[in-house]
C-alpha cells in the first residue's frame, strides 16, 4: 500500500516589494529548505512539496511533487499583492492534489501551508480567506514579513500567525529554516502516527519571528 502524503504548500509574496535582496534571500531560503528536508528520512519518506506565488496574478509554479524529485523553482519580484487570488488558488489545489480518504484508502495527511507576504493584499481575498479559515482543510500557518505586512488581516485565513521584525537575508535565512525544521517536525508526527485532526506541533521559533497571540 502507498504510504500517506504529507502536501506541503508554499504560498510567497513575489509582489514589486520584494526585488532585490529580499527575493533572492526567499530563493536561497527555499534551496536550503529542500537541502535541509533531503537528509531527513521521515520528510523523504512523507513530503510532496508545491510552490504558489502571487504577484499581479497567482500561478502555481511547482505542482506537488515528492521531495526527491523536486526542483526549486526561480523566483522574481513585480506587480501587485493577489492574496486573494492565491488563497483561491490553493483552494482548487487542494480539490485537485490532495487525495481524499474513502473506503479503500485513508488519502493524504492534512496538508501543511506556509504563506508568506510583505504587505496589504491588492485585490479582493475576504471571501476565500474566511472559507479557508471555516473549512480547516490544511494547516496554515501564516507569516507577515517586515513592517509593511498586516498580522491581522492574516489572523482572518489562520489563527497560526507569526511575524518577522524585517526582510533582511538573514532574518528571511532564519525564517526558512524554522519552516524546514516545522515540516520534518510535521513529518516525523505523522509517521508515529499523529491523528488526522491534531494540531500542528510547530518548534520554538528563532528570536526574529514572534507568534501574533
Known amino acids: 500500500m502507498a504510504s500517506r502524503r504529507l502536501p506541503v504548500y508554499l504560498v510567497l509574496d513575489c509582489s514589486g516589494s520584494m526585488y532585490g535582496d529580499p527575493i533572492q534571500a526567499v530563493n536561497q ?39 526527491m524529485a523536486f526542483q526549486p523553482p526561480s523566483l522574481s519580484a513585480s506587480g501587485a499583492t493577489s492574496l486573494g487570488a492565491a488563497l483561491k488558488l490553493l483552494g482548487k489545489c487542494f480539490e485537485t492534489e490532495v487525495k481524499k480518504a474513502s473506503e479503500t484508502q485513508k488519502g493524504d495527511w492534512k496538508p501543511l501551508v506556509f504563506l508568506m507576504t510583505d504587505g496589504e493584499p491588492t485585490d479582493t481575498w475576504q471571501q476565500a480567506a474566511s472559507e479557508l479559515k471555516e473549512k480547516k ?53 505523522v509517521a508515529q502516527v499523529m491523528a488526522d485532526n491534531a494540531p500542528v506541533n510547530l518548534p520554538p521559533p528563532p528570536p526574529q519571528i514572534q507568534i501574533i497571540p
Open 29 to 67: 531560503g527555499v534551496k536550503a529548505l529542500i537541502a535541509e528536508l533531503n537528509t531527513d528520512p521521515f520528510a523523504i519518506e512523507t513530503a510532496y512539496l508545491s510552490v504558489i506565488t502571487f504577484q499581479s496574478d497567482a500561478k502555481q509554479l511547482s505542482p506537488l511533487t515528492e521531495l
Open 137 to 189: 482543510p490544511a494547516n496554515i500557518i501564516a507569516c507577515a514579513a517586515g513592517s509593511d505586512a498586516n498580522e491581522y488581516t492574516l489572523k482572518q485565513i489562520t489563527e497560526i500567525v507569526v511575524k518577522l521584525n524585517d526582510l533582511q537575508p538573514d532574518t528571511l535565512k532564519a525564517f526558512f529554516k524554522w519552516v524546514s525544521q516545522s515540516i520534518k517536525q510535521t513529518s516525523q508526527s
